[in-house]
């Protein structure tokens, strides 16, 4: 749902099924943000959002979209968006990652 909402605001979008298929195509420079949503277990999407900020080229953004109310905030280098947010809220943030590439 969040990726045809960002398709709408004109952004390119690809989407991967799990963590493995998203590190053979998570390379330095190839995306301006990577954005990790996690069903289950947070703290899996967060250790794997550090494992890719460790690789990340300093202009790419790395952000975790997690299930509950939480304050946008960073943890450990890893921005959290809450899934619970409407999708203007939810463009709006991820226009001020993309605006901190530029």
């Known amino acids: 749902m969040r990726a045809a ?3 709408q605001q ?3 979008v690809d989407t991967v ?3 493995e298929e998203a590190r053979t ?3 330095p420079n190839l995306y301006d943000l990577v954005l990790v949503d996690v069903e289950r277990n947070p ?3 967060i250790k794997f959002c550090q494992e890719i900020g460790k690789v990340a080229s300093p202009r790419q953004q790395v952000a975790l979209l997690v299930g509950y109310s939480a304050p946008p905030t ?3 280098a890893v921005t959290l968006i809450p899934k619970d947010e409407d999708a203007k809220y939810f463009v709006d943030r991820i226009r001020r ?3 901190d590439v530029a």
């Open 17 to 19: 099924r799990d963590a």
């Open 5 to 7: 909402i960002l398709e």
């Open 97 to 99: 990652l993309l605006r």
């Open 74 to 76: 960073t943890f450990s």
């Open 10 to 12: 004109g952004y390119v």
């Open 43 to 45: 703290w899996a999407g």
């Open 25 to 27: 195509r998570c390379q």
